[in-house]
């Protein structure tokens, strides 16, 4: 691109994050990160360490000596009636008034009440709306604009609009933000509920996971049922970013719930305004979880964005988004059963040849090639694919799967065992490898195998699922020696 864009990137509580400051610092406008839990809550379920609030400070003084603008976020869409106390309010602008002495250059605001408060008595710090403030219109904006907003940050269900978002620029004046790769299904019907949950999940931290919904499988269930309405997802992909320079001035790059690997791969693609890849790799969405691959070369080469820039909505009459999921989208393998599994398989094995073709196939890609040939027994080449993973990715824990799958699937259960083993080493907590190895363990009448794995299902609070090769008549009796007080009649 011939104007140099900087981002906005969200920091992921990694000391390693750093890194990315001294590496990419000419490349990055602001580091944003949420308040400290017990001050208010949050727009992502991610554990805060007993240090953060340190570490914050911390992370403003890097920023500050690279030239790096901080920003605190509030965007928790409820607070219930807390949100609402004086006294609640009084500490929170204490608490940003400390962080804006020590440097903070803006705040991220979701409650309006706040925006009022913060602007009032704090009349220096820039407020930015939060995009759980969800503006879709002129209107919505202009009144956030009164209430002492500077910038703006757009909904994301209409990042596509540019129209739109040039007449909120030109009617409000405000500086727009536009937020780049989140992948939230447009129109969802559970953002609210979802988000009001979020902002109350520190709260529920006592409450066993066995006993809460998982929010994230409302989205997946539309998926499953309409899979192309991921090509409806509002996110902007590196080579689009141009179409809004003069009409958006910050960027924001959903990176708080990434790794710093994945920070560093996802800021470097859209540095560069280029991508060809899984497109799975640059969007932030648990929901997305519903696919394994979306071959965006393909997508690229279908105009896909400039159509979708065009979208009238009127998906019965087009069929764009029909046909371009049967070019490059494959849904999650691991979860599709029967028929669903050959045929999605198949089209990986399709798509992962022609990505090969191109020179394009990484390690990931060879990976879920191995499942493809593994689905379809062609036990050979899936093993080809298996070593080559970990011949490329020495700690590969999928890959160690993989390979241990071969061997169980072929009857070579020693074999299996060692694999899972060995992988355990590297994540004594994963329960996909404690689980295969587990049932290898009952397969081999291995009881001390077992039992291992049953103490270490039982530390990390795990359930044993019953789709993964256990059956009803197995589970009770595997359920009593996780839980010894379990009756055997119950």
Not at 94 to 111: D, Q
Not at 168 to 196: D, Q, S, W
Not at 392 to 414: D, H, Q, V
Not at 473 to 482: D, T, V
């Amino acid at each position: 691109m011939a104007q140099k864009i900087k981002f906005s990137i969200g920091y992921n509580q990694d000391l390693k994050f750093f890194d990315i400051l001294d590496n990419y610092r000419e490349h990055v406008e602001s580091v944003y990160f949420p308040a400290p839990a017990e001050l208010a809550g949050s727009g992502r379920l991610i554990l805060q360490k007993s240090g953060y609030p340190r570490e914050i400070i911390r992370l403003m003084r890097k920023c500050a000596d690279l030239g790096i603008d901080t920003q605190l976020l509030m965007n928790a869409t409820c607070m219930g009636i807390e949100g609402a106390r004086r006294d609640k309010c009084s500490r929170v602008i204490e608490y940003i008034r400390g962080l804006y002495i020590s440097g903070l250059k803006s705040v991220v605001l979701a409650n309006p009440i706040y925006i009022t408060e913060v602007r009032k008595h704090l009349p220096g710090i820039k407020i930015e709306s939060s995009v759980n403030a969800f503006v879709r219109t002129v209107e919505h904006a202009q009144y956030l604009k009164r209430l002492g907003v500077d910038t703006l940050t757009v909904d994301r269900d209409i990042n596509r609009n540019i129209p739109l978002i040039k007449k909120i620029k030109r009617e409000t004046g405000l500086e727009i933000k536009v937020m780049l790769n989140e992948g939230c299904l447009k129109n969802c019907p559970f953002r609210v509920a979802h988000y009001n949950i979020l902002s109350h999940a520190d709260s529920a931290s006592n409450i066993p996971m066995s006993n809460l919904f998982d929010p994230d499988r409302l989205c997946r269930m539309i998926y499953k049922d309409t899979p192309e309405k991921v090509f409806s997802v509002p996110f902007i992909p590196p080579e689009g970013v141009r179409h809004y320079l003069g009409i958006a001035d910050h960027f924001k790059i959903s990176t708080r719930g990434l790794s710093t690997l994945q920070v560093i791969n996802c800021l470097k693609i859209y540095i560069k305004g280029d991508f060809e890849g899984n497109l799975l790799e640059i969007l932030d969405c648990p929901g997305l979880a519903a696919f394994s691959y979306l071959d965006y070369r393909q997508m690229r080469k279908s105009n896909f964005f400039r159509k979708m820039l065009r979208c009238s909505g009127e998906c019965a009459s087009c069929k764009f988004c029909f046909k371009l999921a049967k070019q490059v989208m494959v849904l999650n393998l691991d979860w599709c059963k029967n028929e669903e599994k050959l045929r999605e398989s198949k089209k990986a094995i399709k798509i992962m040849r022609r990505r090969r073709l191109a020179g394009r196939q990484g390690t990931e890609e060879v990976l879920l090639l191995g499942k493809a040939y593994c689905n379809l027994k062609r036990y050979a080449q899936a093993m080809l694919c298996a070593k080559k993973v970990l011949r490329s990715a020495p700690g590969s824990l999928e890959g160690f799967i993989l390979l241990g799958r071969i061997y169980e699937e072929t009857g070579k259960l020693p074999l299996a065992a060692a694999i899972y083993k060995k992988a355990l080493k590297k994540n004594p907590s994963l329960k996909a490898l404690l689980l295969n190895s587990l049932r290898i363990g009952m397969q081999l009448g291995d009881h001390k195998l077992v039992f291992r794995n049953l103490a270490l299902l039982k530390k990390h609070n795990f359930n044993i699922d019953i789709d993964k090769g256990f059956t009803e008549k197995r589970l009770l009796p595997l359920a009593e020696m996780l839980n010894p007080t379990t009756e055997k009649n119950q």
